[in-house]
């Protein structure tokens, strides 16, 4: 075994950046790894001999800023050896092209965590085994989000706003989780808390209400003022706190017809950063974490779409369909972004064909991921 205070991280984006930086601050050695399109960054990283997260921006206090060193590597093979412990801070659509890349140089000893899961594990697995690995025993890891509200800067320079206070995942085969989080708990900052399966950990990813909900209905403001203003702030009205109540409910039926125990979003919120807030919309004007972000997105192309919609939305619409739940707002919400971006979700997004639940009921499907 390779020792457990290495740990590799693919991805140089914002997430990427933090988590090798928040790990070595943790006392952990890193490779991180930077696909083709990301080399400013490595470069800048190489040159810096690490990455410096900022004490204040604008005169705010950041969180755990320093100096921490983090190796870099272009080398997909060198990122595998460095580590049993491969974690993927990137985006829902990186997952897969990255992974095939990964997939000859794996071994059952290897443990992928994706941050955020988004079903990843699922689609991950399937993809494995269709390639012919089905004999590679891998752990796969679904965690809800990211820790962090996170920034990048500059040159090797990020800004990190606030963490969460603990970090629900699930592991796939579910029976692994437990070991999953023995084996990642040393390098993460924050408790890792499990969650029954990786069914459950999309469908409790904080993201699926307010970002595309909250993207979609505000478009207007986003792109007539080019993203200048704080998005949880300015973008949730009462009005349109209540229309993500209507959703939340939706998102719960689909977990009750499981049989799995879900949060509200205002219950996960609370718990997540610490609050107590009696609304959803409390939580979005009063939150300190996101009082500091005093940006948005500036158009339908955001991740708050592009990703949450297509990889939050969709899997939900798709088992509340197989289930023969009704699902009026998450429907009109995809309805309205498909529009926007030319783009049909329901065949581009995350679906039960793409997650290799094709052709399974209910009792089958948690069967897969038990």
């Known amino acids: 075994m390779i020792d457990r205070k290495r740990i590799s991280v693919l991805g140089a984006g914002n997430a990427g950046l933090t988590a090798a930086y928040h790990f ?91 941050m955020p899961g988004n079903y990843g594990a699922l689609e991950l697995n399937r993809i494995k085994n269709e390639a012919g690995y089905r004999a590679l025993e891998l752990t796969f890891v679904d965690a809800i989000s990211i820790p962090w509200a996170t920034r990048i800067m500059g040159e090797a320079e990020i800004a990190i706003f606030g963490i969460k206070e603990m970090l629900p995942l699930a592991a796939l085969p579910a029976h692994r989780t ?10 993460f900052p924050l408790p890792l808390t499990p969650l029954d ?93 996101h009082g500091k972000l005093n940006t948005a997105p500036s158009g339908p192309q955001s991740r708050y779409i592009t990703e949450d919609a297509a990889y939050l939305l969709v899997p939900c619409l798709e088992l509340a369909r197989l289930l023969d739940i009704d699902t009026p707002v998450i429907q009109s919400i995809l309805n309205i972004a498909g529009a926007y971006n030319r783009t049909d979700y329901l065949k581009t997004g995350r679906t039960l064909a793409k997650m290799g639940l094709s052709g399974m009921d209910a009792d089958q499907i948690l069967q897969a991921v038990a």
């Open 24 to 114: 070595a601050l943790h006392g952990s050695e890193v490779c991180l790894y930077g696909s083709p399109g990301f080399d400013e960054q490595l470069d800048s990283i190489q040159r810096a001999g690490g990455i410096r997260a900022l004490h204040e921006v604008d005169g705010v206090a950041m969180a755990f800023g320093g100096f921490q060193p983090v190796a870099t590597t272009r080398d997909i093979e060198e990122v595998v050896a460095f580590s049993e412990i491969l974690v993927l801070p990137v985006p829902s659509f990186a997952q897969e092209p990255l992974f095939r890349q990964l997939l000859p140089h794996l071994t059952s000893e290897h443990l992928l965590m994706l």
């Open 178 to 187: 437990q070991d999953a989080i023995t084996r990642l708990q040393p390098h």
């Open 197 to 289: 399966n990786v069914i459950v950990a999309g469908l409790e990813n904080i993201n699926f209400g307010g970002h595309p909900l909250m993207t979609t209905l505000n478009m207007g403001l986003l792109e007539n003022f080019n993203g200048g203003f704080n998005y949880y702030k300015d973008c949730c009205s009462p009005a349109i706190a209540r229309v993500a109540e209507d959703m939340d409910q939706e998102r719960l039926r689909v977990g009750e017809s499981l049989g799995l125990a879900l949060q509200t979003e205002l219950e996960a919120m609370n718990a997540l950063y610490a609050l107590n807030a009696d609304t959803v919309h409390e939580i979005n004007r009063t939150s300190e974490t």
